[in-house]
């Protein structure tokens, strides 16, 4: 997991990286239709979304989500470089 390797190099970035984590999943709570689809949503099969948010060093990941009615569900949160997800990343 993320923060448990931030956490092996210090605990200050880790908690950075909650921070602007949390950040980012705040924004969610109102209009999350608005990030557009994955790359990977249209040869899945699913509608699922991405939002992209940055660290305060630099490091980019991007937060995959789904909207369910008024519900949204984090599925994956992608560090760079990671492949592209796969269906089977959701089974």
Known sequence: ???DRLLA????????WIEIYEQ???TLAEQPER???SLEAKRLR???????F?????????LVFLVVGDEVRVL??????????RKKDFE
């Not at 190099?9 to 950075?16: E, F, H, L, P």
């Open 1 to 3: 997991m993320i923060v």
């Open 9 to 16: 190099k210090a605990v200050s970035a880790a908690a950075n």
């Open 24 to 26: 980012a999943l705040g």
């Open 35 to 37: 990030h557009a689809l």
């Open 46 to 52: 699913m509608p699922i979304r991405d939002l992209l």
């Open 54 to 62: 940055r660290t305060s060093q630099g490091h980019r990941y991007r």
């Open 76 to 85: 994956r949160i992608r560090a760079p470089g990671q492949p592209s997800l």
